[in-house]
């Protein structure tokens, strides 16, 4: 995908991309009992996002800590479930990541619920973090894909935040694989979640994606958020927008308004 398609896609000359964290579901240790309560979280938090002017949302099992590469049919069946209530409230574009890595059921589950994009954290690399080792998902989900295809597109990190590559391998002959093997768009983040790259970094990792559209995965504010929409085609906002920057709190309708005025004044149509 190029930068012209994806801009096409997504409605807009830059896109930002909210988060909506889902409380524990069931089959995580810290689920409270009621899906009726994580469906109306969530819900609140997307209506704040597009309320703000926010075109994309990421629905993200982000409550269900710690997290592995495997989860219990009953966790994908109500994120699924959940991804669905929210497909059928909003027109903005919406997105599935389910945490560790967890592709094939992605695809799954954004086929099932309508969704258009989904977020691969290890796309065509080995990398090694507190939920273990995870494998490359390119191969098995580019076959799930040609199973069932959907226009749903592929957005994948290389070297992302939380993990370390099994195996050294430069950043740009990963970036270079991930393009070919099929991502439609690529993710550079920072060390952790709320930790920026450097605008170096991202311009290097963008120089080597060529065409293809890069998104900021972590660490974007007010105060970064031009300097960085400069080189980069997008970006991913989760702590940012939440009450006082706190990734585990609710969004917060001030934050995001501030955020989309800001980038808005400094010329970019999102």
Known sequence: ???????????????????????????????????????????????????????????ENFGDVPYGTENEFITLACMTSVAAQLRERTTMKLGINVQYNCAVEEWGMAYASGANFIRVEAFVETRVGTHGITYPAAPALMREKGRYPAPTLLFCDVNTKHTEPLVPVPIADSIHEAIEEGADALIVTGVVTGQNPTLEQVQEFAAAAGDTPVLLGSGVNEKNAAEFFAVADGAIIGSSFKEEGNVWNPVDPQRVQSFMQTLTEAGYQV
């Open 1 to 59: 995908m190029t930068k012209a398609e994806f801009a096409q896609m997504m409605g807009c000359e830059k896109t930002v991309i909210g988060m909506v964290h889902l409380l524990p579901l069931p089959g995580s240790p810290r689920y409270g009992g009621s899906m009726r309560a994580v469906f109306e979280a969530a819900l609140r938090d997307l209506k704040v996002l597009e309320g703000a002017g926010v075109k994309a949302a990421i629905i």
